[in-house]
């Protein structure tokens, strides 16, 4: 019987996201079906009630994208999806994610991120869905005790509320994982992604003033931004500027597809790290945008900011041994794909 694989369901929160929307993308070229959900809170309506990222990755697969607007804190909501669709597999990314903004209002991050976590873990759990892979961060890891962070790096001294929610949801699917056989899930710590799809009709639209550094330096190359401030150039780094692992978001999104193979190995609870294993600092990043981009970036060298740390950076070799996935794009090629994205669409997905 060489019959073809029925499509799998692949349900995917908070898919109208930066690197949601990669990952849908992904999907569907690795022949999966992503049924989306988003509510909003940080998307850009498109027309055909879906919202502008996914109407975008529609026109580049050349299929048409399931989507439904659903906050995942809507239990209800949740369970009536379940029962429309059979799902393999859930891949989460919805939640907040500013890290000042989750020193300013720590309960609003822990209700959506943890309790919006709970209720889907509930939902998938009453409808026999047990395989997820959870989008976590290294800002688990805290401060550094050593570089490069491997997946055994002490986690959990988390400077913020927002890592703090990364970690308390690894805790909790591992503990679920503990508990109950038959669950598997893969947790995925994000170093920086960077880039987007080469198309460059899909990318990273900040809503409001960037809190990450690269979509700022190719604001500030575009002309919408006037200079970038750059946070301490008195750390201990080779050029005094804080140094980070940033990986491209289009390998990223090549990590989820290998972790939903993985998952079908039954393997219980595993954690990898997603990043490059190369730090860079911001003027070093500084350097690559104005190379890629022809145009002079002017910066500000300003305090330190709160919580911020020296340098972080991964060390990648389990994700490789394990999943068969290493990143494949280097800097350049992820400031080019920055750029043509941010010259395409200087406004981002809104076209005002």
């Not at 055909?48 to 906050?71: N, Y």
């Amino acid at each position: 019987m060489n019959q073809v694989r029925m499509a799998e369901k692949i349900l995917v929160t908070g898919g109208a996201g930066y690197i949601g929307s990669h990952c849908v993308l992904e999907l569907v070229e690795a022949g999966y079906i992503p049924v989306v959900i988003d509510n909003f809170h940080n998307a850009i309506r498109g027309g055909d009630a879906l919202p502008e990222s996914l109407q975008r990755v529609q026109e580049i697969v050349g299929k048409k994208i399931l989507f439904q607007e659903l906050d995942i804190l809507d239990e209800a909501a949740l369970r009536e999806l379940f029962q429309k669709h059979h799902f393999s597999a859930v891949m989460h990314f919805a939640g907040l994610k500013a890290v000042g903004e989750s020193v300013q209002k720590p309960l609003e991050y822990y209700k959506v991120n943890l309790t919006g976590t709970i209720r889907l873990l509930e939902t998938m759990k009453a409808h026999g869905v047990r395989d997820i892979v959870f989008s976590s961060s290294a800002t688990v890891y805290g401060d550094p005790a050593y570089l490069p962070l491997d997946e055994n790096h002490p986690v959990g001294g988390c400077t913020n509320p927002y890592g703090k929610s990364k970690y308390f949801i690894e805790e909790m699917i591992r503990d679920l994982c503990k508990a109950e056989k038959d669950w598997n899930a893969i947790l995925l710590r994000y170093f920086n992604p960077i880039g987007a799809h080469e198309s460059g009709r899909i990318g990273e639209d900040p809503q409001g003033i960037p809190n990450n550094l690269m979509p700022y330096v190719a604001q500030v190359a575009v002309g919408r931004r006037e200079y970038l401030s750059v946070f301490g150039d008195d750390y201990k780094t080779a050029d005094g500027t804080g140094v980070r692992d940033y990986i491209h978001v289009v390998d990223l999104a090549k990590g989820h597809i290998a972790a939903l193979k993985k998952l079908k190995e039954n393997c219980g609870c595993k954690i990898y790290n997603l990043g490059t294993g190369c730090g860079y600092s911001v003027l070093q990043m500084i350097r690559a945008m104005e190379k890629a981009s022809g145009r002079e970036i002017k910066y500000k060298i300003t305090a330190r900011r709160e919580g911020d740390i020296a340098a972080c950076y991964a060390d990648p070799a389990l994700a490789e041994q394990e999943l068969g996935w290493k990143a494949a794009f280097g800097l350049d090629k992820m400031c080019e794909d920055l750029w043509r994205w941010q010259v395409q669409n200087p406004t981002g997905f809104s076209n005002n």
